[in-house]
Structures are given as structure tokens and as C-alpha cells.
């Protein structure tokens, strides 16, 4: 799942505006931004090395630091003394850690393949990315739809008004989201415009999609937190 984590730390930064919405979104995306960290140590290379030849299906790493299963206590332990020691809050390092669980939880249904602890070990995913991306998307579409129904009518509740231009800003880019894995789910953009073959000289698979992610998180970090969630602070 790529897009849909980030509901989650929407979710989180309504109910525990203390943890800040960079804290969660951060959390939400840890064993992803671990991945692209591992990829350039050498440690989960990623291809293909041209992204305009990539399509969600034929994308290959062995996620064996960032998303098998027992990394996931260390990263679980990590985010969780973050928390604590940023925000003096066990409970705003345990919904951190629960965000990192979430991940993990919600790439069983819709991602690449994990295993225990490396590639001779037993799945612990579906692995739909590769066998039925596009049940794979579509799982992801219905969990962002169901995210963000939650997000909005839980502020509406608590007396939240947003412009419909702000809701529109923050639902749009989950809708671009998915709009663009189902473009290259399949199909690369070299094989939709017909790009001819050229060496870049570099992996611009990895960049093109740490440039996405910060994207992405500078996006909401704007459009989110324009109003203040008039809920009770712990």
C-alpha cells in the first residue's frame, strides 16, 4: 500500500493532535522510508532501475530490514521510545508504534511481498502487487474512502468546519494517488507514450519515489492542520 497509509496518520493526529501530524505521518510510512534508505546502502536494491520502464508488477526488492516481520519489533520499539521522548506521552508513542503496526498490517492485503525474515522464509503477505495489482489497488481505493469518510465526518462532529476547497485539496490527492497506480499498473510510461530506450545513467526509480513521498508529506502538512481539531487534548 502507498497512499493509503497516510489516512492512518490523519486518523491518529484527530484523535492525539499532540503527536504533531508529522510525527504520525512519519510513523505511518516508517518501513517505507526505511526501504529507500536500505536501497541506497545496498541492503533492499530496487528495480527496475528506470522508472519509465517500472509498473507496479514488475517492481522488485527483497523488503527483508524495512518490512519483514521481525524487524518489526525494533522499528516498533524505535517509534515508540520517539514518542515517549519527544512528547513525554507513552500513549502518543504507542499510537506511533500502532501506525507502524498498521503498515505492516495493510501491506498483508495490498503491497509487495514479505516474509518472517528473508525470502526463504514463509510469506507473511499477499503479494498482490505482483499476483492482482489491481485487487490490490482496488483494496487500497476502498480502505483511503472508508479512511477519510472517518476523518471528515469525526470533524464534523466535533465541530470542525473546513472549506470545501480544503477537502477537496486533501481527498485530491488521494484520488491522484490511485489515479496513478492504475496508469502504471501494468503498463510502463515508456510502453504508454512509446518513449524510446535510453540510459539515464542512474536508478531513477528509487528518487522518483522519495521525491513523491516528501511530496506528499509537505502537501498535507499544509492542507491538513488549517484548522485546529476542537477535541479534548490528553
Avoid at 497512499?3 to 512519519?26: C, D, E, N, R, S
Avoid at 499477499?126 to 469525526?154: C, D, K, P
Avoid at 472549506?163 to 489515479?179: D, E, H, P, R
Avoid at 531513477?204 to 484548522?227: A, E, Q
Amino acid at each position: 500500500m502507498l497512499a493509503g497509509h497516510y489516512t492512518t496518520a490523519l486518523v491518529a493526529y484527530q484523535k492525539f493532535p499532540k503527536g504533531t501530524l508529522l510525527y504520525f505521518i512519519l510513523a505511518s510510512q516508517l518501513q517505507d522510508l526505511l526501504w529507500f534508505t536500505f536501497h541506497y546502502l545496498g541492503l533492499e536494491p530496487t528495480g527496475p532501475s528506470d522508472v519509465l520502464s517500472t509498473t507496479l508488477s514488475n517492481m522488485t526488492v527483497d523488503m527483508l530490514y524495512s518490512h519483514d516481520l521481525l524487524p518489526q519489533i525494533f522499528w516498533l520499539a524505535i517509534i515508540f521510545l520517539i514518542g515517549k521522548v519527544l512528547f513525554k506521552s507513552n500513549k502518543i508513542g504507542l499510537v506511533g508504534a500502532a501506525l507502524v503496526l498498521g503498515h505492516f498490517v495493510l501491506d498483508f492485503f495490498s503491497g509487495h511481498p514479505h516474509h518472517i525474515f528473508g525470502a526463504e522464509t514463509a510469506d507473511v503477505a499477499l503479494g498482490l502487487y505482483a499476483s492482482n495489482v489491481y485487487l490490490a489497488i482496488g483494496i487500497e481505493a476502498v480502505f483511503i474512502i472508508v479512511a477519510l469518510w472517518y476523518f471528515f465526518s469525526q470533524e464534523a462532529k466535533n465541530g470542525v468546519e473546513r472549506t470545501s476547497k480544503n477537502k477537496a485539496s486533501i481527498i485530491g490527492l488521494f484520488v491522484f494517488g490511485i489515479v496513478f497506480m492504475l496508469v502504471i499498473a501494468t503498463t510502463s510510461f515508456r510502453a504508454w507514450f512509446n518513449i524510446p530506450d535510453f540510459d539515464l545513467g542512474f536508478n531513477s526509480n528509487v528518487p522518483t519515489l522519495v521525491f513523491t513521498y516528501i511530496g506528499m508529506i509537505v502537501y498535507l502538512n499544509y492542507f491538513v492542520p488549517k484548522f485546529t481539531v476542537d477535541i479534548q487534548q490528553e
